[in-house]
C-alpha cells in the first residue's frame, strides 16, 4: 500500500530556531514529492521535488530529496510566528498526503 | 490567492441527505482533484478528473461520486451522508498529463453533518 509518513507529527520552536521535518514515503510510480504550508484551509505549494540531491530554495525555507532513502527533509531557518502552519508532505502518483506536520513557532 | 474557488464555505446537514460542493478551477488547468480532510489528518484523495473523465480513485465508496464540466469545474456529490464524512472538502485544480504537477488549492468546504 502506497504511504507517507511525516515527523514529527508535532513541533515547538522558538522564533529564531532552525527545524528539520521529514517526509519518508512508499509510492508506486514515484514522480515528484511536494511539500505544502496549511494555515487555515486551503494547502499552499511550498516545493516540488523530482531529483535526488538538489536542494530547491526558497527564502529561509529549503528541501532535498533522497530517492535512494525515499524520503525528503523541509528546513527552515530563523523561524518566525509566522510559520506556525501544519506541513504536508504529498506523493505525485498516486496522490498520497502524509498527516502533516503541526509547527507551533513561539515568541 | 491561488484563483481556485469552492462553494459553499460551510454546511450542515443531517445523516442520510445528499449534498452537491461545487469547485472552480484555475483558469487552464483542466484537472480537478477531490480530498477530504479529517481533522488533524492530511487530506485523504476521493478522486481525480481530468477533462471531464475520471481518471483516478481513492478509497471512498461509491456514494462519493463527482462530475466535471465543459469548462473544468467540478462537483462533488455525497449522497447517504454519515457522521464520519463531517471534514474539510477540499478541491485542487493542476495542468494534467504525464509530468509531475503542482496543484493548487481551494479554500474548502466544511461539512458538518449530524
Known amino acids: 500500500e502506497d504511504k507517507v509518513v511525516q515527523s514529527p507529527l508535532s513541533l515547538v520552536v522558538h522564533e529564531g530556531d532552525t527545524v528539520t521535518l521529514n517526509c519518508s514515503y512508499e509510492v508506486t510510480n514515484f514522480r515528484s514529492l511536494l511539500w505544502y504550508k496549511q494555515e487555515k484551509k486551503a494547502p499552499t505549494f511550498l516545493f516540488m521535488l523530482t531529483s535526488s540531491g538538489i536542494e530547491k530554495k526558497s527564502g529561509r525555507l529549503s528541501s532535498i530529496l533522497d530517492k535512494k532513502e525515499l524520503f525528503s527533509i523541509l528546513n527552515i531557518t530563523a523561524t518566525q510566528t509566522g510559520d506556525s502552519a501544519i506541513y504536508l508532505c504529498r506523493g505525485n502518483t498516486p496522490l498520497v498526503f502524509g498527516k502533516g506536520t503541526r509547527l507551533s513557532v513561539i515568541a | 490567492e491561488t484563483g481556485v474557488t469552492q462553494s459553499p464555505t460551510h454546511l450542515i446537514k443531517t445523516r442520510g441527505q445528499q449534498v452537491t460542493l461545487r469547485c472552480s478551477s484555475q483558469?487552464?488547468?483542466?484537472?480537478v482533484s477531490w480530498y477530504q480532510q479529517a481533522l488533524g489528518q492530511g487530506p485523504q484523495f476521493i478522486f481525480q478528473?481530468?477533462?471531464?473523465?475520471?481518471?483516478g480513485r481513492g478509497n471512498f465508496p461509491p456514494r462519493f461520486s463527482g462530475l466535471q464540466f465543459p469548462n473544468y469545474s467540478s462537483e462533488l456529490n455525497v449522497n447517504a451522508l454519515e457522521l464520519d464524512d463531517s471534514a474539510l472538502y477540499l478541491c485542487?485544480?493542476?495542468?494534467?498529463?504525464?509530468?509531475?504537477?503542482?496543484?493548487?488549492f481551494g479554500p474548502g468546504t466544511r461539512l458538518t453533518v449530524t
Open positions: 478528473y481530468y477533462r471531464e473523465e475520471e481518471n
Open positions: 483558469s487552464g488547468h483542466n484537472t
Open positions: 485542487a485544480s493542476s495542468l494534467g498529463g504525464a509530468s509531475p504537477y503542482e496543484q493548487y
